[in-house]
Every structure is written in structure tokens, then in C-alpha cells.
């Protein structure tokens, strides 16, 4: 039984055209992620983070891991966000 990687479904590094990889999580020790300002969530974000990391230069590209919460919280308080 081989494994065989999944087809490339990312497109290319937007600087180097170089082939990326996706669902790398960002951790430390402490609880890495993005919240808003006027929350106090300094040690557990309202979302964590995903990276895409292109093999080639190392360019990395983050995204929210649960935009869901994030869209839920704008929704609930825009004030809190710059738009
Ligand atoms: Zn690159």
C-alpha cells in the first residue's frame, strides 16, 4: 500500500511561483490566534491560526482557523473591528 500525496490544489507562492503547503498550525506554548482589541482573550484567541508556507522561500500566509467565530463576533459587534 503506497501513499501518494494529495493533487496540489494550492495555487503557487505569489513571490517565487515556488509550490506551498497548507494546514500548518501556528502554536508556542502560549495560545497563539487573533482576537479584537476590546476583548481581553490574552490567553486563549477567539480563533486560531492556519499557515501556508511556501517550500521554496518560506513565505508564509495565515488565516483564521474559525473565521466562524470571528464573522459571529463582527456580526455581534462591529465596533470592535476596523472595516
Ligand atoms: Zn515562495
Redesign the pocket.
Known amino acids: 500500500m503506497s501513499v501518494s500525496p494529495p493533487a496540489p490544489r494550492l495555487p503557487p ?1 505569489p ?4 509550490q ?1 503547503v497548507g494546514n500548518l498550525g501556528v502554536v508556542s506554548q502560549y495560545g497563539v490566534g487573533v482576537h479584537p482589541h476590546a476583548r481581553a482573550l490574552w490567553t486563549k484567541p477567539l480563533s486560531g491560526l492556519n499557515a501556508v508556507v ?1 517550500l ?4 508564509a500566509t495565515l488565516f483564521a482557523a474559525e473565521p466562524a467565530k470571528l464573522r459571529q463576533e463582527a456580526q455581534q459587534h462591529p465596533e470592535r473591528f476596523s472595516w
Open positions: 507562492c513571490i517565487c511561483q515556488g506551498q511556501c521554496n522561500c518560506g513565505h
